[in-house]
Every structure is written in structure tokens, then in C-alpha cells.
């Protein structure tokens, strides 16, 4: 009976440990992402009306909207700037909002014309991070009404694209919670067999 107890006491333990080394590991700052995770570009989407980003942290805040409303550029194939207003919705913590940037053309694509957004390695998320690589993302216009447009994959430069999961704390806390739980299991039974 005091064998068992004893063992459910190291696997209550063995899992206490597990979700602390976790919870450490994940736990962020309200930026989305974690505080350790660096600001990454997760997808585009393109339409003839706008133009849609989505990073993995918050780069709507207060303390960052100012400097990233001026982080991107516009060009057409002729490399000539092509006009576009900046849209980001009001910080709510805790929404996937906060990770969004649009930006809408002051006029349509034209067809069949290739356009590059270009956005600056000065990108911050509200942690301080930032995306600190230039990324180049290339559209293209259907020759057809009404307008499709594609987006390309994005084009990094100043180092390779960000991840967006951070597993440097997580791999290492498990193993160390493993090997913790089986050592405690077999020091468990040796004292019994004593």
C-alpha cells in the first residue's frame, strides 16, 4: 500500500514538473507567441482590393502602430511606388486581430502586372522584437476581369525566415522531466526490494 502511494506521489510529481518546465517555456508577454519567439511573417493573402498579413505576434499595439504603419512599400513591375493606406484594428488583447496588418490600394491593380511589397527589417511586435530581415513579396494581377491576384511566397533577405515555434526550452525540459520520473520510479523500487 505505501509502494503505491509512493508511486502515485512520482507521477503526480513527474507531471507537475512536466506542465512547470511547459508553462516556463510558452508562457509570453501578452505579444502573442511567447516573449523568446521572434516576430515572423506567417502567411499572406492577396485580393484586388487588399492586402493581407499575418504575423505571429502583436504589431498592432500602441507602442509599435506608428513605426510599422511606415515598414512597407509598394512598387509595380517598373519598380514605381503604387499608393496604398496602412489599416490595423484597435489592440484587443488576446485576439487574432492583433496580428494582422491590411493594406489597401488608393487605386486598382492593373492587369496582368506584377507588384512587389517590400517590408522593413524595422517591423516590431509589442515585446520589442523585431522581424529584422527585409521580405519581398510578389503579386500578380490576371489579365481577366474581375482582377485575381496571387500571392507569392515571400522572399527573405538578411538572414532565413523566422520560426514560429520556439522548442529550445520545451525538448530539453521533457527530457529532463523523463529522465527525472524514470530515475525516481526505479529509486522507488530498489528501497521497496530493501
Known amino acids: 500500500m505505501r509502494h503505491r502511494s509512493r508511486l502515485h506521489f512520482l507521477l503526480a510529481f513527474t507531471i507537475l514538473c512536466w ?18 519567439t521572434p516576430l515572423a511573417l506567417l502567411s499572406t493573402g492577396a485580393s484586388a482590393r487588399e492586402i493581407k498579413l499575418t504575423f ?12 510599422n504603419k511606415a ?27 492583433s496580428r494582422i496588418i ?16 517590400n517590408i522593413s527589417p524595422e517591423l516590431q511586435a509589442k515585446s520589442g522584437s523585431v522581424i529584422g530581415k527585409t521580405i519581398a513579396i510578389k503579386f500578380s494581377t490576371s489579365n481577366t476581369l474581375p482582377l485575381a491576384v ?37 529509486a522507488a523500487r530498489r528501497r521497496k526490494k530493501i
Do not use: H
Open 56 to 67: 505571429n505576434k502583436n504589431v498592432v499595439n500602441d507602442t509599435v502602430r506608428e513605426n
Open 150 to 186: 496571387t500571392a507569392g511566397s515571400p522572399a527573405y533577405s538578411g538572414g532565413a525566415q523566422a520560426s514560429g515555434a520556439n522548442s529550445s526550452y520545451i525538448i530539453p525540459g521533457a527530457v529532463f522531466v523523463a529522465v527525472a520520473g524514470v530515475g525516481l520510479a526505479i
Open 19 to 36: 506542465f512547470s518546465v511547459s508553462a516556463a517555456a510558452l508562457a509570453g508577454d501578452g505579444s502573442g507567441g511567447g516573449a523568446n
Open 71 to 97: 515598414c512597407f512599400t509598394l512598387t509595380d513591375a517598373a519598380g514605381k511606388s503604387f499608393p496604398f493606406q496602412v489599416s490595423m484594428p484597435e489592440d484587443q488583447p488576446g485576439s487574432d486581430s
Open 102 to 117: 491590411t493594406l489597401k490600394p488608393d487605386r486598382e491593380f492593373a492587369p496582368g502586372t506584377t507588384y512587389t511589397l
